[in-house]
């Protein structure tokens, strides 16, 4: 379907906003219509009804999901998010998105992801913990170091990790470290994971800036989210030199021309719980942080934010998606008029699987790495993907999430066509 033709549910919905790029990326690519069909849909959707023991006594089931789009490149690999809102085709097109994230990398991923519908802030720890359990229990025959590699997404954390892993050990009776990523750095985890996807997003956007002909100390930057991703995206960026004017968080955002300290706001983030009530930056409305007069704009909390409905109002230069899907395919066209720099998902935020990976491969090699060679390799890989990207993007005249997928599918489709189709 083309993306002008979506109506305003399709608009909003992630599967819609993966499938009208993919098919357009497909198209472009003049692809196979056997390879296009088998790519098109994830190859396997796993829904389970988990029972779980309330503290209050009280047995409360969630309905969990895991979706593998594909093992083509590798074993799958995604992270597991907890929401109240999660859907089966919200987690289809982070599954798809893996797949491609991982080509454009050019890690030997498939794409998967999981997620459970439920509401992690009134939940306590132990309930956490049962609902984490029985999850990953039920999950047991589909994920391992060779299958499936969950990692952390919204709403879970290293702690999620180390229960995850742990409830695979004991069903498999020895320690299987590599079955889970974003580990705590004792249980087998990487040194520079937890940083890893906001240090990504500043390497992109150092290249990005570097296209345009920009400085760090003035280029002006709003992040939309403080969580993982946002908020080491600001203070690595912070502490480079670019100026974090704005920070935008679901229950408010802040604002200060002259730059946030990022350090503090971490301290006070720590000491409240929040960012609400910093004392170093004005109160603002977040909505209108999206839209504020910056350089460059990184959403890095959730899907469909840049819409039709605000994408002609960003100021932005440069458009960094930290978070997966923020923008709406109607929102690329009217930014690619705008003629708005946007470095698209599947390569602004892979510095985390791409940092997942070296957990992995360390923890099957049983040798860990020093933090500064991660983040060399992180760096080397980034910066080569940007520039693939870019140059795709020159060369078949489309733009850079286009070029993204094309070359993404390309890998992919190459792979399932050498394999060939098992009968
Ligand atoms: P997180 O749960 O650590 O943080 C998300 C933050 O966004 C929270 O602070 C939350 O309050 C805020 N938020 C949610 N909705 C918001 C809204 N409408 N407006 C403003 N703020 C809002 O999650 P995360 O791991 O940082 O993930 C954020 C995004 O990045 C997701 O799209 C995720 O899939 C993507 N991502 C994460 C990783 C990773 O390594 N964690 C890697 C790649 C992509």
Request: proline share 4%; with cysteine.
């Amino acid at each position: 379907m083309s993306t002008s033709t979506l109506t305003l549910e399709q608009e909003f919905n992630p599967w819609e906003a993966q499938a009208a790029r993919f098919d357009l990326a497909a198209q472009k690519l003049n692809l196979d219509e056997g390879i296009w069909k088998i790519m098109r849909y994830p190859s396997r959707e796993i829904i389970v009804h988990i029972p779980v023991l309330m503290d209050s006594g009280k047995i409360e089931v969630f309905t969990g999901f895991r979706v593998q789009h594909s093992i083509a490149r590798g074993p799958a690999k995604g992270g597991v998010r907890y929401a109240p809102d999660v859907t089966l085709d919200e987690v289809r097109a982070l599954a798809s998105w893996m797949t491609w994230k991982c080509a454009v990398v050019n890690i030997p991923f498939g794409g998967a992801k999981g997620g459970i519908i439920c509401d992690p802030k009134k939940m306590s720890q132990t309930e956490l913990e049962r609902m984490t359990r029985r999850y990953t229990a039920e999950l047991v025959e589909f994920i391992g170091p060779e299958k499936d590699v969950p990692a952390p997404d919204v709403n879970t954390n290293e702690q999620t990790m180390a229960w995850m892993m742990d409830t695979y050990s004991m069903h498999m009776r020895q320690t299987v470290t590599s079955v889970v990523t974003g580990k705590p750095l004792a249980l087998g985890g990487s040194r520079g994971r937890r940083e890893a996807t906001g240090r990504g997003v500043m390497i992109v956007c150092d290249e990005a800036i570097r296209k345009l002909g920009l400085q760090r100390s003035s280029t002006r930057v709003v992040v939309q989210g403080f969580g993982n991703v946002g908020s080491y995206a600001a203070k690595l960026m912070c502490e480079a030199g670019y100026k974090i004017i704005g920070i935008a968080e679901i229950d408010g955002g802040l604002y200060n021309t002259n730059g946030i300290d990022i350090n503090a706001l971490f301290a006070h983030k720590e000491r409240n719980r929040g960012i609400q009530g910093f004392s170093g930056a004005e109160p603002h409305d977040p909505k209108e942080l999206l839209v504020a007069d910056c350089e460059i704009l990184i959403p890095a909390a959730t899907e469909a934010v840049i819409t039709s409905r605000n994408a002609e109002r960003v100021k932005a230069r440069i458009l960094c998606e930290g978070a997966n899907g923020p923008t709406t395919a109607a929102a690329d066209e009217i930014l690619a008029d705008k003629k708005v720099f946007v470095v698209p998902d599947i390569l602004a935020n892979a510095g985390g699987v791409t940092t997942s990976y070296f957990e992995w491969v360390q923890d099957r090699q049983g040798f860990f790495w020093r933090e500064d060679v991660v983040n060399e390799q992180l760096k080397d890989i980034m910066v080569g993907s940007f520039a693939e990207v870019v140059h795709y993007a020159e060369t078949h005249q489309v733009n850079n999430r286009i070029a993204a997928y094309m070359l993404a599918i390309d890998r992919v489709g190459r792979t399932i066509k050498t394999r060939g189709i098992y009968a």
